[in-house]
């Protein structure tokens, strides 16, 4: 892995924090690690297609999964849906270099949150011109994590010190 990429990424990260007028939203988490994403993007019309205006990001997770993120929400930015959609894990934290393999899981779960908010946002209604967040979707990471800790069996949460 580039370290020298990873601390650009971290020192100077991209698209943090949640995005209220969002077309779509997506939330992963690994069960390996317990760690999360979501990740929003808002879309425009740019010479006849729809591609990505923006997106961002929250993540409860590694840093190997924020400096993704961070790359991934920019690298999308332009594409159509179709387009991001094809871009595997590897292509969105290519400027990482490979990822150790301790670490694959992590830009796995970005592509996870990215595929999430993509498909989300295929499955509604065109006339709504409300963010589509299912129930579960709503509202930040925090959030979620605060729900999730009352639904037993989805995510585990481990609070150190
Ligand atoms: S996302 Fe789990 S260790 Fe990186």
Redesign the pocket.
Known sequence: MNEEALQQALTDTQNLGEMPDADAVGTVG?P????MVRLWIKYKEKDGRKVIDKASFQSF??Q??IAVASIATELIRGKTKEEALAMKADELSRPLGPLPP??I??GQ?VEGALRAALEAESTATPASAAPVTAPDQAGTLADALSAAGKTAGKVKIVLTS
């Open positions: 690994s390996d690690c317990g760690d997770g590694c190997t999964a301790m670490k899981h992590c779960m």
